[in-house]
């Protein structure tokens, strides 16, 4: 997984939206920086034998991950539907569950507000990377130029996938009160 700040200029979503010149680092996000906002991230390659699996299991085992599914998100498989489903996916919510996902194949964008700066900070993740986002971070998701995905999503209780998109009503959501309370160490009025 490659974190870094993402430009804000305009162009299609699947593009990285990476403007370091070579041998430039001054857009990496670092790992204490995702630790701070709480994202939770482990590389767990994929291999044949399945062993990802077990260690997947270990994961959702120890932070009491009850149940998954499968998404695979493909332009063939979805038809019609992909580039409108896409932008659904692009479009900034919060969830009032943790978000986890492993990828297993293909690769994709997680983009995730800083709340410090409101800057994106895009993380690509490729296969075996897996990402838990907390509850109340605002994200979005987008496939890479590669236009595929097969994630394993991982739930706490029930699968659901109830989006709250960003508006002045969602930045009062108990749930976006409660992470930036855990995040910034300070009270934070309602």
């Not at 044949?48 to 149940?67: C, F, H, L, M």
């Not at 907390?134 to 989006?163: C, Q, V």
Request: proline fraction near 4%.
């Amino acid at each position: 997984m490659r974190a870094y700040y993402m430009d804000e200029l305009p162009g299609d979503q699947r593009l990285p939206h990476d403007q370091r010149l070579p041998h430039d680092s001054g857009n990496v996000v670092d790992d204490a920086t995702l630790d701070k906002l709480g994202v939770l991230r482990w590389h767990i390659p994929v291999d044949p034998s399945g062993e990802w699996e077990g260690k997947v299991d270990a994961i959702a085992t120890e932070r009491q991950y009850r149940n998954r599914d499968i998404c695979l998100v493909t332009k063939e498989g979805m038809g019609e539907d992909f580039e409108a489903t896409l932008k659904r996916f692009y479009h900034e919510h919060m969830h009032e569950d943790e978000e986890i996902r492993y990828i297993i194949q293909g690769s994709g964008f997680f983009d995730v507000r800083e709340f410090t700066t409101d800057a994106w900070i895009r993380l690509h993740l490729s296969a075996g990377d897996m990402i838990v986002l907390p509850a109340g971070i605002y994200h979005r998701f987008s496939l890479d130029m590669g236009n595929k995905s097969r994630t394993m999503r991982l739930f706490k209780d029930e699968p659901k996938w109830i989006a709250y998109n960003r508006s002045t009503e969602t930045d009062s959501n108990p749930y976006r009160v409660d992470y930036l309370k855990s995040v910034q160490g300070v009270s934070v009025g309602a």
